[in-house]
T-cell receptor
C-alpha cells in the first residue's frame, strides 16, 4: 500500500463549488504539505503543517484553506473554486529535520469549469 | 527572483546518448540542501537524491550521476546511456536551513524525452 494517499485522484467541478482534497499518510511523519503544479511553473507551496496545532501559509495560499485533523491526515479545501485553480495538486510529508526529503502522494487532478 | 532555475524546458535525446540536466540555485544560506525528483508520465514524484551544502563530492548511482559545484551554484544531473524509461520531467529543488518549515523551492522542471 502507498505511504501517502490522496483522494480523489481526479475531480471535475464547477465554478463556485466547495471542494475538499484529502491526504493520508502512514509514514508517521510530523510535517505535511500541499503543493499545486501548473505547466511551466513547477510546484508551488500552498500550505504546510508541522503538527496538528501548527499550520502555516505557503507561497500561494489565497483561495485555499487546510485542516490537519490528525497527524496522518491533512485536507485542502477550495471554498469557492475558480477556473484558475485547475491544476495538479500534491500532498507531501517529511520528517522533522530540514535535510529530509519530502515524499509525495500520487496527486489529484482538479478541473474547475 | 527564482531560487531554482532549470533553463532547459525540454530535451530530446536518442536512446543510449548521455544527457545532462542543468540546475542553478540561489541562496544566501551557508547551509542548504538540494534535491532531484523524477516525474514519469504516470504523474507521481519520485525522490532521486539529496545533497547538502557541505558535501561537494559528486555522486554516482548506476547510470545517474550528480555534479554539485558551489562555485557556480549548480547541481547538474547526468544520465548516461539514456533509456526510454528515463523519459520524464525532472525537478531540482532547494531547501534552506533558515527555513524551519523545510519549504522546498522547486525549479520549473525539464522534460526529457528519450527516443528509441
Amino acid at each position: 500500500d502507498a505511504d501517502v494517499t490522496q483522494t480523489p485522484r481526479n475531480r471535475i467541478t464547477k465554478t463556485g463549488k466547495r471542494i475538499m482534497l484529502e491526504c493520508s499518510q502512514t509514514k508517521g511523519h510530523d510535517r505535511m504539505y500541499w503543493y499545486r503544479q501548473d505547466p511551466g511553473l513547477g510546484l508551488r507551496l500552498i500550505y504546510y503543517s508541522f503538527d496538528v496545532k501548527d499550520i502555516n501559509k505557503g507561497e500561494i495560499s489565497d483561495g485555499y484553506s487546510v485542516s490537519r485533523q490528525a497527524q496522518a491526515k491533512f485536507s485542502l479545501s477550495l471554498e469557492s473554486a475558480i477556473p484558475n485553480q485547475t491544476a495538479l495538486y500534491f500532498c507531501a510529508t517529511s520528517e522533522r529535520a530540514i535535510y529530509n526529503e519530502q515524499f509525495f502522494g500520487p496527486g489529484t487532478r482538479l478541473t474547475v469549469l | 527572483a527564482q531560487k531554482v532555475t532549470q533553463a532547459q524546458t525540454e530535451i530530446s535525446v536518442v536512446e543510449k546518448e548521455d544527457v545532462t540536466l542543468d540546475c542553478v540555485y540561489e541562496t544566501r544560506d551557508t547551509t542548504y540542501y538540494l534535491f532531484w525528483y523524477k516525474q514519469p508520465p504516470s504523474g507521481e514524484l519520485v525522490f532521486l537524491i539529496r545533497r547538502n551544502s557541505f558535501d561537494e563530492q559528486n555522486e554516482i548511482s548506476g547510470r545517474y550521476s550528480w555534479n554539485f559545484q558551489k562555485s557556480t551554484s549548480s547541481f547538474n544531473f547526468t544520465i548516461t546511456a539514456s533509456q526510454v524509461v528515463d523519459s520524464a520531467v525532472y525537478f531540482c529543488a532547494l531547501s534552506e536551513a533558515r527555513n524551519t518549515g523545510n519549504q522546498f523551492y522547486f525549479g520549473t522542471g525539464t522534460s526529457l524525452t528519450v527516443i528509441p
